[in-house]
């Protein structure tokens, strides 16, 4: 298989921090970059590290002429403070980012949403949410692949005491997400980084949504594979 190159967009977070590891370990990657907004303290002989300011992010066309984009950006409320804030981080930076990639002609598309995504939800973040994923499939991609984690599990930067507590009482819980609740139950960033990784690599055609359960039925599947070789 040809190597690949990526661009990863939001490498400071969860899911996106776990993502860069995992392509840098890869075999299958020959090139990674990173837009950030402050250079991150690790070298790499693959990293490509792109100090960007994302409100004028039509100047670093040239750095997605690359195989796939994975976009993991992603706010709370609490950070953007204000619903506009919040809307130019979640949407707007994310659909130009996506417009560049059709531009540039990228194979794969990948984007971090979240569970309950609905351009008419009732609830503004998956409102957001939703209008994105809405936006993207509008756009001519080869490969657009979405992912709606639900509670996401990992070692953050900082300390989020209302996660923390939502993460504590749905393992104390977990019983009770079984049939369609299963997509509700909380999934390890690393599952979600890996299910992106896999689905980069599956260079499959069309557009694809996927929910907790698919995502670790992907990783599981993949994981058999390595297992048999």
Known sequence: MRQRTALVIGASGLVGGE???????????ERVTVFVRRPMAFKHEKLQQVVVDFNHIEQYEEYFH????????????KKAKTRQQFIKVDYEYT??????????????????????????SMFFYNRVKGETEEALQ?????????????LLMGERQEFRLGEKTAEWLCHGFSFAFVGKWEKYKPIAAKQVAEAMYYAALSEKQ???????????????QQ??????Q
């Open 95 to 120: 659909l130009r980012a996506a417009k560049l990639a059709e531009k540039c002609h990228v194979k794969t598309f990948l984007f971090v949403s979240a569970i309950g995504a609905h351009p008419h």
């Open 19 to 29: 993502l860069l590891q995992r392509l840098l370990r890869s075999e299958h990657y």
């Open 138 to 150: 509008r756009l001519t991609i080869r490969s657009l692949h979405i992912f709606r984690p639900s």
């Open 223 to 228: 994981r058999g594979l390595s297992h048999q």
């Open 206 to 220: 069309g557009v694809y949504i996927y929910e907790c359960s698919e995502m670790k039925e992907q990783c599981g």
């Open 66 to 77: 690359v195989d796939d984009v994975f976009s993991c950006l992603g706010t709370t409320m």
